[in-house]
């Protein structure tokens, strides 16, 4: 059905290949994914935007150098984040959820569903609809869900990112 001149499988329905497909003006070439955060929304931008790089680099360009060097310039980036005093420093990392269903719902407690109850307990009322959007902090919990809060929240606490989450 389809001609690819590489491809790269990261597990079962996961994968990324360029795509050959003739057209009118001859041949085009794009690069086409599955289940990879090039296109899931419940990760963070800069991970799509790093990925992408790094997939259009290794299967258009045949650069595994130049790939692997964006890669490790967005994980010093990364970790390169200290002290948050905008939301503007941070928004290639938030997350966005939508809420779809109320909490009790869930048979899995699921980050963004945590935090809309931390939204409600604070008087924040949500609408099934609403989109979520929520960083990962540094903290003694164990579980991600439990260290997750609003971008504003985290810039008004003076709390840190868990850079290892991104990572």
């Known amino acids: 059905e ?3 001149k590489r491809i790269i499988f990261e597990q079962k329905k996961k994968y990324a290949y360029l795509r ?3 057209g009118k003006d001859g041949w085009k070439s794009e690069i ?3 289940g990879m955060e090039t296109k899931r929304r419940d990760s963070c931008p ?3 935007d790093c990925l992408n790089k790094v997939l259009e680099m290794v299967l258009k360009d045949d650069n595994i150098p130049g790939a692997l060097e964006h890669a490790r ?3 010093k980036e990364i ?3 200290k002290e948050i005093k905008s939301i503007e420093e941070i928004k290639n990392l938030i997350i966005t959820r939508k809420f779809t269903k109320s909490s009790n719902l869930y048979k899995v407690q699921q980050v963004h569903i945590k935090v809309a109850e931390k939204l409600k307990d604070r008087g924040i ?3 099934l609809g609403d989109r979520i959007q ?3 902090y540094q903290g003694r919990e164990k579980k991600a869900t439990d260290r997750a809060d609003t971008p504003e929240y985290i810039i008004e606490n003076g709390l840190k990112l868990d850079t290892k989450y991104y990572i």
Do not use: Q
Request: proline share 0%.
């Open 46 to 48: 800069i991970v799509a």
């Open 20 to 22: 050959y497909d003739k």
């Open 2 to 4: 389809k001609i690819a």
């Open 73 to 75: 310039k967005t994980i």
């Open 134 to 136: 929520y960083l990962i």
């Open 125 to 127: 009322h949500l609408n």
């Open 32 to 34: 086409a994914s599955m």
């Open 79 to 81: 970790i390169n984040i």
